[in-house]
């Protein structure tokens, strides 16, 4: 028998949507640590997990997605402490003073004590083209959770307020269940922290 | 029906039912080449002899290694840790579980711990932990109610973060349920009464679940109509073999839809009220079930009023307006613990404020309902319900709850769009 008629089959690449879903990550990422500072119910959130959490947003099968081309070339700085997306891959931890951090997209040194991983690329570029609602993604099984259920709860919440803040209300409207009324977010208080959030995550983080 | 743009269903559980279905255990435990088992139950179901016609029944065909019946009302980890220690000092090579769902979610979580290794329960917390088939684990269900004989999940406590650890993993779901209505016949009339409330509250909310699809929905519609039909007569009959027969199985199609469509609202209440006040189960769902449609009315007013056909039945159905059905459905539910309150002699409460403990003290004082409500952000239920509820709304919930009095659905926070299936 000659085994070379059977040959490997490689899995295609799509390369466009990876790198959308990259750029949304890492904004989304950068989002979460500006958040943490700008707003109680965030800094609540992620206050009450314990001081080693570490959580990774991924995409299934993990190993398909390579780095970014640029990664290659990059000094480390530049890629591995988020100031540009290095890939797919989304970590948020505590840092050493219990503080949220995004923390790029390379987990290797990390200690992931959360997984959240969508089951396919073509599902998560549906959620990050905002065509599928965040609660409809989860009751439909896009999400794997391996870890701790509350830590992965305290995770939607915060996530539900970020992009409420980050996204103009039509947008935001297909992520959460309920878009949150006057009296929960004042629209004086959501437009401050938008702006804030807008020009952080690009500046300072 | 509601065809989901997509869903996932899974039941792998062998089902054995009837009046000699405890005969069959030997020969179903030898087909998975087992022949040592262990019993993991409790003193009350040890106490009214249960255990006793459940070893008569397999006879001399099958010899019980040690039956362990240390658990607890709350089961909690150092329980299961101790009960793995027995099991692997025994040599056992399968488990048969026989109680309510403490019992059945502790034998999960010793199999865990028995089949893979380890010292402690706490190595496999939360999702996906368990990664390969576990040791042959048979469930005997004695209350009509958990469904937990069909489900992936163990609830299972730890005392000393005063936390319940959930468990999940699809190689937990039991080789085998037993449903033998000897196993339910000594039930008193008002634990009848809340399990199989239990049970209507993981069908209906599994019918109006963001995750409902159309397998689960056959087995809640049927689940419901069942228990519409027979609980109040068992109540009153508590001799009624065949009834609890169908109670039982009742529970068991409610296991199967819940454990794909998930729970909601309800339940994101209910075990609230469980962890901080210590109400059972099923009597914190019959409670709340009512009030958990009621809030969630306005979001899926079509899929609730749906409930009124296996609840009511066909005549009812026709004669109600299409607007008015949900409505209906939420009445009859009231209806229906009014009547096991009045059948019970006011053992099954209607309201929190009722529910007494058996110094006759108020297990639910109303200066907890504000803690209750800012603790509910805390539960996984949370998720599959097609309505969002934060604390304030919770609260307002609770007091309609505790005081026995509808919802008024116009004070309701609303916003969103309409739940997408």
Redesign the interface.
């Known amino acids: 028998m000659n085994i070379n008629k059977y040959p490997e089959i490689v899995p295609g690449h799509k390369f466009l949507k990876q790198f959308y879903i990259g750029i949304m990550t890492w904004t989304i990422g950068k989002a979460f640590q500006v958040m943490y500072k700008l707003d109680k119910n965030v800094r609540a959130e992620f206050d009450r997990l314990p001081a080693n959490f570490m959580m990774m947003l991924c995409i299934l099968p993990e190993d398909a997605f390579k780095p970014f081309f640029y990664a290659k070339i990059m000094p480390d700085f530049v890629v591995n402490y988020g100031l540009l997306p290095l890939g797919v891959p989304m970590i948020l931890g505590k840092d050493k003073e219990g503080k949220l951090k995004y923390m790029g997209s390379d987990k290797r040194g990390k200690k992931i004590t959360l997984k959240l991983c969508m089951k396919s690329i073509d599902e998560a570029f549906r959620i990050f083209s905002f065509r599928e ?1 965040l ?2 993604a ?4 896009i999400y ?7 830590e ?2 305290a995770f ?2 915060a996530m539900e307020i970020v992009l409420v803040t980050l996204l103009p209300k039509s947008l935001a ?2 992520f ?6 006057w ?2 977010l004042p629209p004086v208080k959501k437009w401050i922290n938008r702006v804030l959030l807008w020009l952080r995550v690009y500046t300072v983080g | 029906m509601l065809l989901p743009s997509y869903y996932d269903f899974c039941c792998r559980v062998k089902t054995v039912s009837g009046n000699k279905a405890l005969e069959q255990i030997p020969g179903l435990l030898a087909g998975m080449n087992a022949s040592r088992p262990m019993i993991i139950t409790d003193k009350g179901v040890v106490a009214v002899g249960l255990i006793d016609i459940a070893k008569k029944a397999m006879g001399k065909k099958l010899k019980i290694v040690t039956v362990y019946d240390n658990v607890p009302v709350d089961s909690n980890y150092k329980i299961v840790d101790d009960a793995a220690r027995v099991y692997r000092q025994k040599k056992c090579d399968s488990i048969i579980a026989i109680g309510g769902g403490s019992a059945i979610d502790t034998a999960k979580g010793v199999n865990i711990v028995a089949s893979l290794g380890g010292s402690s329960l706490l190595e496999y917390e939360g999702f996906g932990a368990v990664k390969r088939k576990l040791n042959p684990l048979v469930v005997i269900p004695t209350t009509a109610g958990t469904g937990s004989e069909m489900t992936l999940v163990a609830v299972i406590a730890d005392p000393d973060r005063k936390i319940k650890m959930l468990f999940v993993s699809y190689f937990m779901l039991p080789d085998i349920g037993v449903l033998d209505p000897r196993m339910t016949r000594t039930l008193p009339d008002f634990l009848t009464a809340s399990t199989a409330m239990d049970a209507m509250t993981h069908a209906c909310e599994a019918y109006f679940s963001m995750e409902k699809n159309p397998l689960s929905d056959s087995h809640a519609i049927q689940a419901i109509q069942t228990i519409s039909q027979n609980l109040l007569h068992v109540v009153k009959n508590p001799g009624d073999l065949k009834g609890r027969a169908a109670l039982a199985a009742a529970s068991t199609m409610a296991g199967v839809a819940f454990s794909n469509a998930m729970v909601g609202l309800v339940h994101n209440l209910g075990h609230t009220v469980g962890a901080i006040c210590h109400v059972p189960h099923g009597t914190a769902m019959s409670i709340l079930l009512p009030y958990g449609l009621e809030y969630s009315l306005h979001r899926a007013s079509d899929v609730i009023g749906e409930l009124l056909f296996p609840i009511g039945g066909p005549d009812v159905y026709a004669a109600t307006p299409k607007k008015e059905r949900g409505e209906k459905a939420i009445e009859l539910i009231r209806k229906m613990n009014q009547d096991l309150h009045d059948a019970t002699g006011g053992k099954h409460p209607r309201f929190l404020k009722e529910i007494r403990d058996r110094n006759g003290a108020q297990v639910v004082p109303e200066s907890v309902l504000e803690t209750l409500a800012q603790a509910i952000m805390l539960d996984g239920a949370r998720m599959s319900n097609p309505e969002e509820i934060y604390p304030a709304d919770a609260l307002m919930v609770y007091r309609h709850a505790w005081e026995g009095t509808p919802i008024n659905r116009k004070k309701i926070d609303k916003g969103g769009k309409k739940v997408k299936w």
């Open positions: 609602p609660a409809v989860f009751n439909h099984g794997i959770v391996d870890g701790d259920l509350p992965s709860l939607v919440r409207k297909m959460v269940k309920r878009y949150p009324s009296k929960e």
